[in-house]
């Protein structure tokens, strides 16, 4: 094993960097022996027997302790001489039928799993302090005993109703916990259509074999009434009948010896009944269960009952899953095809009460005894913690592998206690943004997954609450998902988000609609058994029901509280409307079983939330005895048990208790709830969302302002963007900035004058919205909302005391440059520099994002405003990593001045504050500028080196945005100096992250830059279906997001057209791309990919034969170009050598030929000199086309030109070229194409 592993995020971007295969992770670190399932640590042993052994284990998920039952590694096979893999089957199968059923005197079932050896476990909810049924009823009146076995009794009626033996009732697997029994050990029990023929084999324990079976004979419902009435002979006799060590007697006692006998001290009404239930011939014992009820109620003369209320829930919350046959048959296919690593992800939806639930827990038990781990999470209506849907998901993934300490931090942003859960310390990890953090998580956590060993299955339940974080986190995995042995199941109800399938892409969605009338049957029969099911029975459950087996369920019980029980539904006539009052009165019905006594705490328990919280509940009702509380709310089948935790059972029941408390009491509960929740008592650190939620129902709007601040920043720093602007949005409604802004006290001083920010109070309550602002900026900003983000940015500034210029913006500049020129004469330093950093992040943050807008939108007034407030905001506090952003902004702003030196010295100054005083990612994003602003010199090693290192920086701290970036970024730089070869590897690598990101704007890039190289490769058609996937996205968007990816997409677009023959899609393409570069600004490098390609369409199209207006047309277009072209060439050196070439050819067009060959000649000498080849073959390539045959300057130039074209793999100019190079007397174009 690794001492140290590497972070999730450097094994994965090294591995895409390296080109390797996506798969499972190559490094991956287990889980100490110790541990079972990576969950489970083994306390002590309990028992064992044939079947395998019991265990007392520690959950390290919840902390608790539980019973654990598993094979012995090592035992080979049984005492009955059954293999490992037949035991191992057995093992399966006693899970799989506990699972199904859930009755309150059987043991529930809570886990299955496999062992480092692939032996298989459950575990049981099973209390430490249990007792088997003889000791727990020995010396206790003759009144507690019978209650034990009245208790055993129902937990037989159950399971024989359902079609189930036991086949080893022993007073071992019969126990007592608080009064109440549990039959457990199930290992040998089975149903009865699957019964062996008679005289197959013996199965269960010895002394509590009933007699036909050791005859030979048909196992039947007798038999374990036998082994019932055994044991309860020794629980009211106090000992077992027969000497236990002499096999052959006691097989002969069992057989012949008559019970009770007549000197037992036992009460004589109960005499008849322990002989009949012990009668040698089986068809002497009672018929059933029930009817030995019936029996010992009128032996005793008490009011003994089969059916109480809770084994009435037992009957209906738990019958057998009918139907949905074809949909279980397409989700174990999934589950089977994830085996073989290609995993799937899928949307259950449905109405509510459809049955969604039910579905995913057959699919889970069916999973589970298949050897997959199956890992459950749920959603919740309100007040959850970000990521809230994924907790127990990632909590016992993480138990199941080793992270390294970095992972362990990361994941922290989903699961807070995971170093405790962990019983480990782990470092803090580096420092990011939230978006690239959040980035990072889903990273880590999709690694995680890559880490697990076998098939994984995710069950998510009740999506439609999921917050947007928790839906990425989903949509990111459901990606990965085809490479991995990962089944994500979601469920959601469909009326209440009936786009979601569309909101989250990867998802194959399953409807599931209403019961048939043979699966309205069968349920029916199941819950009241088939012989009380009469036609006229069904025939009212399936009108009034219409299928929906929430209604079903709830018909049933009502009409059972209206006969006395299950039984008496069939007798007598039944009522024309059940649900006469609607699902409301149904509910309400429900409800009103809860004792009275029960009800307050219900009501707080409902306002707090679905899941049950214990300690909140406590706090405000003290006087509850929770154990009687719970016991009695599930009774009424209003709570239930996941996962060894309290929820409702349906989330109807908690809506209909909200909605029938008076205003003011649901008021004052939350007040309660909030209060509680903010105590040290609660222990709750991640309420915060919770608590915005409770204290605004409770009215105080103040303690929700609060609260409503701290959950959007939580939920922006979750990724959670959509609910940050609503959490945000409101606190704006409730903070009531202040207008004007306050500042600070009046100070003076020269120094003071060059310090925008001295006179700004950090506390004044403008201040704190202006906060808000630049959070809710942020939030437009990363939803792609980019007139949003610069609406509150704006506010933002304005209320930090910088507004942005609302006049004359050169005004605003000229004034923005006098200020940078003071301060780096006097270089002003804040005298508080704590309160400095106070003011200066925020506004710098917003400028930032600003900056961002500005920049997409290609506009250089706001921009070099932008840009310039930013610098003269963060210099007087100080090196910062904002001050060093500034400067790198700061050389980019002067290189598109073509004042390269001072460029040169602001990036220089970057570097130095982000070395010093930055995180790694500062440095990654500084040195990315650097490259940008090297590359725009055309200095392509230096730029090479810097983009290399940002790219490694952003692999080290696990930035993904940042490293698709700068893989784009030196995919740009390999293009401009002619390496395809090496750009294509570039931009597969960032179009690989975002198959993982979703990033749709970086996938479009990258598809655009992919698409370029294709062009130059002279690979056209597989450029053209990249460039139509980028156009869906950019014509998607407005034009202030990608204006100039807009018109490089469609200029290439219209390459590729025209070179597999579709003219008329070029053309249409080139024209919209020429009036997207007339009216774009030149402030991005990356613009002169869009306007040398539209040129060269252009001109392309011009050679045509074509009228003299349309000539005149692409000429006009050609020379609107042409001007950008040059803008362009006076602000970036690289756009020199194209706009040269173009205005050259237009020249020519022209009738000018003289100034047209100077210009190709500079050119060529321009082109060399910034060491741009492809710019250079295609000079060499006119002047030689263009020169008279037979000139030897023609054939050299056009052998230049071939030379550079085979070198850089340009195929198509290269065959143009040998073309002219074959027929020497081949002019391409006219002399003078317009008049």
């Not at 029996?295 to 899953?321: D, I, K, Y």
């Amino acid at each position: 094993m690794p001492t140290e592993l590497k972070s999730s995020w450097r094994r994965v971007l090294g591995r895409l960097s390296a080109a390797m295969p996506s798969g499972r992770a190559e490094e991956v670190g287990s889980v100490s022996p110790e541990l079972l399932g990576g969950r489970y640590r083994i306390l002590n042993e309990i028992g064992s027997g044939g079947m395998g052994t019991v265990y007392r284990a520690l959950d390290r998920s919840t902390g608790r302790v539980l019973t654990l039952k598993s094979i012995r590694t090592g035992r080979a096979t049984n005492r009955k001489g059954r293999s490992l893999s037949e035991v191992r089957l057995d093992l399966a199968h006693e899970f799989s039928l506990l699972a199904s059923l859930r009755h309150p005197n059987i043991i529930s079932v809570l886990d299955y799993g496999f062992d480092e050896h692939g032996m298989p476990f459950f575990t049981m909810d099973l209390e430490e302090n249990a007792l088997n049924i003889i000791e727990a009823g020995r010396h206790h009146p003759m009144s507690v005993q019978i209650d034990l076995i009245v208790q055993m009794l129902r937990a037989l009626a159950y399971l024989h109703r359902h079609g189930i033996l036991h086949r080893d009732l022993k007073p071992d697997n019969v126990v007592v916990v608080d009064g109440q029994v549990k039959v457990l050990d199930f290992g040998l029990s089975t149903y009865l259509e699957a019964l062996e023929p008679p005289g197959t084999s013996w199965v269960g324990t010895f002394p509590y074999m009933a007699p036909e079976m050791l005859r030979g004979e048909q196992i039947t419902i007798a038999t374990d009434l036998y082994a019932l009435g055994m044991v309860a002979y020794e629980l009211l006799i106090g000992e077992y009948p027969f000497d236990l060590h002499d096999r052959v007697r006691l097989e002969a006692h069992i057989r012949e010896t008559v019970l009770p006998c007549a000197g037992d001290e036992l009460d004589d009404r109960l005499r008849p009944v322990l002989a009949r239930l012990l009668a040698k011939n089986p068809g002497n014992r009672y018929a059933s269960a029930d009817e030995t009820v019936y029996a010992l109620a009128a032996a005793l003369g008490q009011a003994l009952t089969v059916e109480t209320v809770a084994t009435r829930e037992s009957f209906l919350q738990a019958a057998p899953f009918v139907g949905r046959r074809e949909e279980i048959a397409r989700l174990m296919d999934a589950v089977r095809d994830a085996a073989q690593a290609s995993g799937s992800a899928w949307l259950i939806a449905g109405e509510s009460g459809v049955g969604k639930s039910r579905l995913l827990d057959e699919i889970r038990t069916r999973a589970l005894v298949q050897g997959v781990t199956v890992l459950r999470g749920q959603a919740r209506a309100e007040g959850g913690a970000p990521y809230h849907a994924w907790r127990e998901v990632v909590t016992h993934a993480a138990l199941r592998v080793r992270l390294s300490d970095e992972d362990v931090a990361v994941l922290r942003g989903i699961v807070p206690d995971i170093e405790q859960l962990l019983a480990r310390d782990a470092t803090q990890a580096p420092a990011l943004s939230a978006e690239a953090a959040q980035t990072r998580l889903l990273l880590v956590v999709e690694e995680l997954f890559r880490a697990q060993s076998g098939t994984v299955l995710v069950i998510l339940e009740d999506l439609q609450w999921a917050g947007s974080e928790s839906l990425r986190l989903l949509e990111w995995l459901a990606r990965v998902a085809p490479t991995l042995g990962l089944v994500l199941l979601g469920s959601c109800r469909d009326d209440e988000a009936p786009n979601l399938e569309r909101e989250v892409s990867g998802l194959s969605l399953l409807r599931l609609g209403r019961l048939s009338a043979a699966e309205i049957e069968a349920l029916s029969a199941a819950m009241i058994g088939g012989h009380v099911l009469r036609p006229e029975v069904l025939a009212l459950l399936t009108r009034e029901t219409e299928g929906i087996p929430f209604l079903l369920v709830e018909v049933v019980r009502a009409l059972a509280e209206n006969r006395g029980g299950l039984e008496g539904i069939g007798g007598g006539p039944l009522p024309k409307r059940v649900l006469s009052g609607g699902m409301q009165r149904m509910v309400r019905r429900r409800l009103s079983r809860v004792p009275p006594g029960a009800v307050p705490a219900l009501r707080t328990a409902a306002v707090c939330g679905r899941v049950i919280d214990p300690v909140v509940l406590q706090a405000i009702h003290p006087e509850v005895d929770l154990s009687m509380w719970t016991a009695q709310c599930a009774a009424a089948a209003v709570l239930d048990v996941h996962d060894r935790s309290w929820w409702f059972s349906h989330d109807k029941l908690r809506e209909q208790i909200i909605r029938d408390l008076p205003a003011e009491t649901l008021r004052t509960l939350h007040h309660r709830i909030a209060e509680t929740m903010e105590s040290p008592v609660s222990g709750r650190s991640d309420a915060v969302m919770a608590l915005a939620y409770h204290w605004r129902e409770a009215g105080n709007t103040e303690r929700e302002g609060e609260y409503a601040v701290r959950a959007g920043m939580l939920a922006l720093d979750s990724g959670a963007c959509r609910e940050a602007v609503e959490h945000l949005t409101r606190a704006l409604d409730l903070l009531q900035p202040e207008s004007p802004p306050r500042r600070g006290p009046r100070r003076w001083g020269p120094r003071l004058a060059l310090n925008p920010s001295a006179r700004v109070d950090p506390d004044a309550p403008s201040f704190r919205c202006g906060v808000v602002e630049g959070a809710l900026t942020d939030a437009y900003f990363r939803l792609g909302d980019l007139r949003q983000a610069r609406e509150h940015g704006q506010r933002a500034l304005r209320l930090f005391g910088c507004p942005s210029p609302q006049g004359s913006t050169i005004v605003a500049i000229v004034r923005e440059i006098g200020l940078r020129a003071a301060q780096l004469l006097v270089t002003p330093r804040s005298s508080d520099p704590a309160r400095a950093r106070r003011t200066i992040g925020p506004v710098a943050r917003v400028l930032m994002r600003l900056i961002d807008t500005y920049f997409y939108s290609i506009e250089g007034a706001p921009l070099a405003w932008s840009i310039l407030r930013m610098m003269n905001e963060s210099e007087p506090g100080g090196p910062s990593p904002e001050l060093a952003r500034a400067y790198s902004l700061g050389s980019l702003l002067a290189g598109m001045a073509s004042a390269k030196r001072l460029g040169e010295a602001a990036y220089r100054r970057a570097v130095e504050i982000a070395e010093a005083h930055g995180s790694d990612a500062d440095r990654a994003w500084v040195l990315a500028r650097v490259a940008v602003f090297r590359l725009s010199f055309a200095e392509w090693d230096p730029a090479a080196a810097a983009a290399a290192r940002a790219c490694a920086l952003s692999q080290e701290v696990g930035d993904l945005r940042s490293f698709e970036e700068n893989k784009q970024l030196s995919a740009l730089l390999e293009i401009f100096r002619g390496e395809y070869d090496a750009a294509l590897a570039h931009s597969r690598v960032a179009l690989e992250t975002t198959l993982r990101s979703g990033d749709l704007q970086v996938r479009a890039d990258a598809h655009l830059v992919m698409s370029h190289v294709l062009v130059r490769m002279g690979r056209f058609a597989e450029a053209v279906p990249r460039c139509r996937e980028a156009l869906a996205r950019f014509e998607s968007i407005d034009q202030l997001s990608a204006r100039s990816e807009h018109a490089i997409t469609l200029a290439i677009y219209a390459a590729a057209s025209l070179r597999t023959g579709d003219s008329s899609a070029a053309l249409e393409s080139v024209l919209r791309a020429a009036t997207l570069v007339r009216a774009t600004a030149p402030v991005a490098y990356w613009m002169s990919i869009a306007i040398t390609q539209t040129l060269e369409v252009l001109f392309a199209f011009l050679e045509d034969d074509r009228s003299q207006a349309q000539r005149r047309r692409l000429v006009e277009e050609i020379q609107g170009v042409l001007r950008a072209a040059r803008r362009y060439a006076r602000m970036f050196p690289i756009g020199r050598p194209g706009a040269l070439l173009a205005s050259g050819s237009l020249a020519w067009h022209l009738g000018r030929r003289r100034a047209a060959m100077m210009r190709w000649r500079r050119a060529a000498a321009a082109a060399t000199r910034l060491q741009m080849p492809y710019e250079l073959g295609s000079a060499h390539a006119e002047i030689g086309r263009h020169l008279a045959p037979g000139r030897p300057e023609r054939r050299q130039h056009l052998t230049d030109a071939a030379g550079v074209f085979g070198r850089i793999g340009c195929t198509w100019e290269l065959a143009r070229v040998r073309a002219l190079q074959e027929d020497a007397s081949t002019v391409i174009w006219r002399e003078s194409s317009v008049a």
